[in-house]
């Protein structure tokens, strides 16, 4: 082979395996659609941001009508805000709240326990008021001791993550004992840049996880992305929140500097291979040339 060809062939195979380690480096899964956050009087149905309706405005009225000791009539309210909704999280958990509070008023007391029961698991560390009768207090700490495993959800993520490659995040059923988990809203931003947008992630059964890839962040210096979580049930009822909107988790993006041309192995590698081809011709021309004089023995006759 002529020192002309090797070095074609040794550039060739470089360019060949470069192309190669950038297919290996694309993600196996396709990156997760971002979609804005719905407002606050809404909820994301699949299609569209749709209205909650009015069962946020019945719990709240339910609850003055409580503090006045109409018990019957903020028992009405409450209960229909229970069959209607969806509701947010901080509503689903003063629902319960208050139908416990309403249920033992009334000496329900077998209600009142199952509506004490779904709060702790909406919200294993609540806390009832103090002022409140020792009737309705009683209750809720027997629920309390009765009180069974709560949802989990988990979010994990690699290390050593890049702004420059795609994000990928698991989202994890810990625990669901009542089977209420159906799907998760996984809020995520860059730190420092607009609002939130959201991944819709459906859930599975626990100790399975789904994974989603973010698109990379981009950019020519590291970033961090905020991110939190809340899971719903299958009728779209917020039942825990994960970090939360104001304690986001960070995730670290490195950024790491393009290599200039020259400093490239595949640039030294030709460059080594050309010096080596050239040198070999030199040797060769010195070597194997015939010489400009020939030894012998000359004689005239």
Same mark, same amino acid.
């Given at each position: 082979?002529?020192?002309?060809?090797?070095?074609?062939?040794?550039?060739?195979?470089?360019?060949?395996?470069?192309?190669?380690?950038?297919?290996?480096?694309?993600?196996?899964?396709?990156?997760?659609?971002?979609?804005?956050?719905?407002?606050?009087?809404?909820?994301?149905?699949?299609?569209?941001?749709?209205?909650?309706?009015?069962?946020?405005?019945?719990?709240?009225?339910?609850?003055?009508?409580?503090?006045?000791?109409?018990?019957?009539?903020?028992?009405? !309210?409450?209960?229909?805000? =229970?069959?209607?909704?969806?509701?947010?999280?901080?509503?689903?958990?003063?629902?319960?709240?208050?139908?416990?509070?309403?249920?033992?008023?009334? !000496?329900?007391?077998?209600?009142?326990?199952?509506?004490?029961?779904?709060?702790?698991?909406?919200?294993?560390?609540?806390?009832?008021?103090?002022?409140?009768?020792?009737?309705?207090?009683?209750?809720? !700490?027997?629920?309390?001791?009765?009180?069974?495993?709560?949802?989990?959800?988990?979010?994990?993520?690699?290390?050593?993550?890049?702004?420059?490659?795609?994000?990928?995040?698991?989202?994890?059923?810990?625990?669901?004992?009542?089977?209420?988990?159906? =799907?998760? !809203?996984?809020?995520?931003?860059?730190?420092?840049?607009?609002?939130?947008?959201?991944?819709?992630?459906?859930?599975?059964?626990?100790?399975?996880?789904?994974?989603?890839?973010?698109?990379?962040?981009?950019?020519?210096?590291?970033?961090?992305?905020?991110?939190?979580?809340?899971?719903?049930?299958?009728?779209?009822?917020?039942?825990?929140?994960?970090?939360? =909107?104001?304690?986001?988790?960070?995730?670290?993006?490195?950024?790491?500097?393009?290599?200039?041309?020259?400093?490239?192995?595949?640039?030294?590698?030709?460059?080594?291979?050309?010096?080596?081809?050239?040198?070999?011709?030199?040797?060769?021309?010195?070597?194997?040339?015939?010489?400009?004089?020939?030894?012998?023995?000359?004689?005239?006759?």
């Amino acid at each position: 082979m002529s020192p002309r060809t090797a070095v074609a062939a040794v550039a060739v195979a470089l360019a060949a395996g470069s192309g190669g380690c950038a297919r290996r480096a694309t993600p196996t899964l396709p990156a997760a659609a971002l979609r804005p956050p719905c407002d606050a009087g809404t909820y994301f149905d699949g299609r569209r941001c749709a209205p909650r309706g009015d069962a946020a405005d019945r719990i709240a009225r339910g609850a003055a009508l409580l503090a006045d000791f109409q018990v019957d009539a903020a028992l009405a !309210e409450l209960e229909a805000a =229970r069959d209607g909704g969806p509701l947010a999280y901080a509503d689903h958990v003063r629902l319960y709240e208050q139908l416990g509070i309403a249920y033992a008023y009334l !000496e329900r007391d077998d209600d009142a326990l199952a509506a004490f029961a779904t709060l702790l698991r909406l919200d294993p560390g609540h806390l009832l008021s103090y002022t409140l009768s020792p009737r309705v207090t009683f209750l809720f !700490e027997r629920a309390r001791r009765t009180a069974g495993e709560a949802p989990a959800i988990d979010v994990q993520w690699p290390r050593q993550l890049d702004v420059a490659r795609p994000v990928p995040i698991d989202v994890e059923v810990v625990a669901d004992p009542a089977g209420s988990l159906a =799907r998760a !809203e996984l809020y995520v931003r860059e730190r420092g840049t607009g609002g939130f947008r959201v991944v819709d992630v459906p859930l599975e059964s626990p100790g399975r996880y789904r994974r989603v890839i973010l698109p990379p962040a981009g950019g020519d210096r590291p970033a961090t992305l905020e991110v939190y979580a809340t899971a719903l049930d299958a009728r779209g009822n917020e039942v825990l929140v994960w970090a939360g =909107r104001d304690r986001p988790r960070e995730i670290p993006l490195g950024y790491t500097p393009p290599t200039p041309w020259y400093r490239k192995w595949w640039v030294w590698a030709v460059a080594g291979t050309t010096v080596a081809a050239a040198t070999g011709a030199t040797v060769f021309a010195i070597t194997r040339s015939p010489p400009a004089t020939l030894d012998g023995d000359f004689s005239l006759r």
